[in-house]
């Protein structure tokens, strides 16, 4: 009898343990290879090259967002339009499209300074758009 105590007490305390190991293995872990749509209207070009200054300055703030993305394995597609970026969400072909206004940074820089006396149009300007797929299909 004692030791089908012991085997139903291991049962009963084990299972959950495993259980929960299995799903942070499988749950947890850190996204890999995801293509991320980019439409960058700081730049001149959509193609052109996203460079910073690592100083303390309000330039090219979308360029330095991006720059910490690239810790992760994350592939960042270049788009010349938010249109082209949704699209390629609903196609499947990105898992979520992100879009910098033109003037980005200096919008972002002014609401930082005029708080909540910032104008509609600084707020709306300093906004980063993202839209997801939710669908659940990824098509690499």
């Known amino acids: 009898m ?4 012991c085997s139903v007490m291991a049962f009963i305390v084990g299972l959950p343990v495993v259980q ?15 293509h991320l749509a980019v439409v960058n ?5 959509y193609s052109d090259p996203c460079t910073f200054n690592s100083s303390c300055n ?15 394995d994350i592939v960042k597609v270049p788009f010349p339009d ?8 609903n196609r499947g072909h990105a898992w979520a499209a992100l879009s910098f206004p ?21 707020i ?5 758009n993202v839209w997801m ?6 098509n690499s």
């Open 82 to 89: 938010e249109a082209d970026a949704k699209e390629a969400v």
């Open 20 to 34: 929960i190991v299995l799903f942070c293995y499988s749950i947890g872990r850190p996204l890999v290879g995801l």
């Open 58 to 72: 309000f330039e090219n703030l979308s360029c330095r967002y991006l720059s910490i993305l690239s810790k992760y």
């Open 41 to 45: 209207n700081e730049l001149a070009n």
């Open 124 to 128: 709306e300007f300093s906004n980063l």
């Open 133 to 138: 797929d939710a669908s659940g299909t990824f």
């Open 102 to 122: 033109k003037n980005y940074s200096e919008s972002l820089h002014l609401r930082l300074q005029d708080g909540k006396d910032a104008s509609n149009a600084t």
């Open 2 to 5: 004692d030791i089908f105590c």
